[in-house]
């Protein structure tokens, strides 16, 4: 039977940085608030003809240089975002762009902040039990761009980025993914979402299927909406038991990894899983101060960082795990 593994990792952050200081010159708030709750002290954002499928195409390709790979070999490309610049889907886009001649199959996969830890479990279904042989596994965001930047309860979270890896075909023997666990909730929409105008319901005068509804008026989303609190709490009981189970199932325990590498929201989401885990903060990845909540893009920002940086080595353990809108979350124990 086929294995899979990481065989390269690559990232790109749009130009403009946004401090603290930046935002408290457009909303009530100040450095001292946002960095003692949060973390945070500087953010991406994608501005004016910036493009979050060439950041997410420039995170690809770094991501096959690392890896050795043409991209004619390319047989698949995944591209995690819930921010699209095409609502049909961006993947072929990012596809036609790296210039992969061999006709993959590329689609989007839209689950918020848990995005990336589903692509990587796809790529592996899809090497597994589809015969693929090199999935890029692309998880890039833009959610500054459906931010109420006067609601300072949520816009000093978070900031623009794309992160990639490929994940290659291999012998059973030396498969690079142990374990997952995957969940989703739809009854906790109701705590984060940026949902279609409620404004265009209202505005229906007809009872369903009237004709005086017709032509429908043309959709658009809202601007992210969230009960911090609630998603807090949802993140610090879900995300351990999640880790914990996917540890499980591989016959690990947190002793076993080598590092703890979250979605990058809240450092204090970070330290609340780390210390449930028993993991100590030297094993713990987070880079979040440099880039705030970059959804999707989070964990292979991260990744290819603490790749880059000579963190991560290869034959490292590390349990990473994604949370979010949806509600998602779900977990993943990989090998580098
Ligand atoms: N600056 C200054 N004051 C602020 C700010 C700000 N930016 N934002 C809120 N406040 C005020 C509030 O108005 C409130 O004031 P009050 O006590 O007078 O009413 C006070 O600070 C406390 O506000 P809370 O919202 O209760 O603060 P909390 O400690 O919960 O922190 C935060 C808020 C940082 C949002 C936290 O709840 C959090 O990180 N939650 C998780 C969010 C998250 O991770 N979301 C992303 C999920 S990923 C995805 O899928 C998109």
Same mark, same amino acid.
């Given at each position: 039977?086929?294995?899979?593994?990481?065989? &390269?990792?690559?990232?790109?952050?749009?130009?403009?940085?946004?401090?603290?200081?930046?935002?408290?010159?457009?909303?009530?708030?100040?450095?001292?608030?946002?960095?003692?709750?949060?973390?945070?002290?500087?953010?991406?954002?994608?501005?004016?003809?910036?493009?979050?499928?060439?950041?997410?195409?420039?995170?690809?390709?770094?991501?096959?240089?690392?890896?050795?790979?043409?991209?004619?070999?390319?047989?698949?490309?995944?591209?995690?975002?819930?921010?699209?610049?095409?609502?049909?889907?961006?993947?072929?886009?990012?596809?036609?762009?790296?210039?992969?001649?061999?006709?993959?199959?590329?689609?989007?996969?839209?689950?918020?902040?848990?995005?990336?830890?589903?692509?990587?479990?796809?790529? =592996?279904?899809?090497?597994?039990?589809?015969?693929?042989?090199?999935?890029?596994?692309?998880?890039?965001?833009?959610?500054?761009?459906?931010?109420?930047?006067?609601?300072?309860?949520?816009?000093?979270?978070?900031?623009?980025?794309?992160?990639?890896?490929?994940?290659?075909?291999?012998?059973?023997?030396?498969?690079?993914?142990?374990?997952?666990?995957?969940?989703?909730?739809?009854?906790?929409?109701?705590?984060?979402? =940026?949902?279609?105008?409620?404004?265009?319901?209202?505005?229906?005068?007809?009872?369903?299927?009237?004709?005086?509804?017709?032509?429908?008026?043309?959709?658009?989303?809202?601007?992210?909406?969230?009960?911090?609190?609630?998603?807090?709490?949802?993140?610090?009981?879900?995300?351990?038991?999640?880790?914990?189970?996917?540890?499980?199932?591989?016959?690990?325990?947190?002793?076993?990894?080598?590092?703890?590498?979250?979605?990058?929201?809240?450092?204090?989401?970070?330290?609340?899983?780390?210390?449930?885990?028993?993991?100590?903060?030297?094993?713990?990845?987070?880079?979040?101060?440099?880039?705030?909540?970059?959804?999707?893009?989070?964990?292979?920002?991260?990744?290819?960082?603490?790749?880059?940086?000579?963190?991560?080595?290869?034959?490292?353990?590390?349990?990473?795990? &994604?949370?979010?809108?949806?509600?998602?979350?779900?977990?993943?124990?990989?090998?580098?």
């Amino acid at each position: 039977s086929r294995g899979c593994k990481l065989i &390269g990792s690559g990232s790109a952050i749009p130009a403009l940085q946004v401090s603290n200081d930046d935002l408290a010159k457009i909303v009530d708030t100040n450095d001292e608030w946002i960095s003692v709750r949060t973390g945070i002290h500087n953010r991406r954002v994608l501005t004016g003809k910036d493009s979050l499928t060439n950041l997410a195409t420039e995170a690809a390709r770094k991501a096959l240089e690392m890896a050795q790979v043409d991209a004619e070999d390319v047989d698949m490309v995944l591209m995690c975002t819930s921010t699209p610049e095409d609502l049909f889907g961006s993947a072929p886009q990012i596809q036609k762009a790296l210039g992969c001649k061999k006709n993959p199959l590329s689609y989007d996969i839209t689950a918020a902040c848990s995005g990336f830890v589903l692509g990587l479990v796809s790529a =592996a279904c899809h090497i597994r039990g589809g015969g693929f042989n090199n999935v890029l596994v692309i998880g890039a965001d833009s959610l500054s761009r459906y931010v109420d930047w006067t609601d300072r309860g949520t816009c000093i979270l978070f900031g623009d980025a794309a992160g990639a890896v490929l994940v290659q075909s291999c012998d059973a023997d030396e498969d690079g993914l142990f374990a997952f666990d995957l969940h989703s909730d739809g009854d906790g929409q109701r705590h984060l979402k =940026a949902a279609i105008t409620e404004n265009e319901i209202d505005h229906a005068v007809g009872t369903n299927g009237s004709v005086s509804d017709f032509p429908p008026r043309r959709s658009s989303y809202s601007c992210i909406q969230m009960n911090g609190k609630e998603v807090f709490r949802f993140a610090c009981r879900s995300v351990p038991q999640s880790i914990e189970l996917a540890l499980a199932k591989a016959g690990l325990n947190g002793s076993n990894i080598d590092w703890l590498l979250l979605h990058q929201a809240n450092q204090r989401i970070i330290d609340a899983v780390a210390t449930r885990l028993e993991v100590p903060q030297e094993r713990v990845i987070s880079n979040l101060a440099n880039y705030g909540n970059t959804s999707a893009a989070s964990i292979p920002l991260a990744l290819d960082e603490a790749v880059r940086g000579g963190k991560v080595k290869p034959g490292h353990l590390i349990a990473t795990a &994604g949370f979010g809108a949806g509600l998602t979350w779900g977990s993943a124990i990989v090998r580098w």
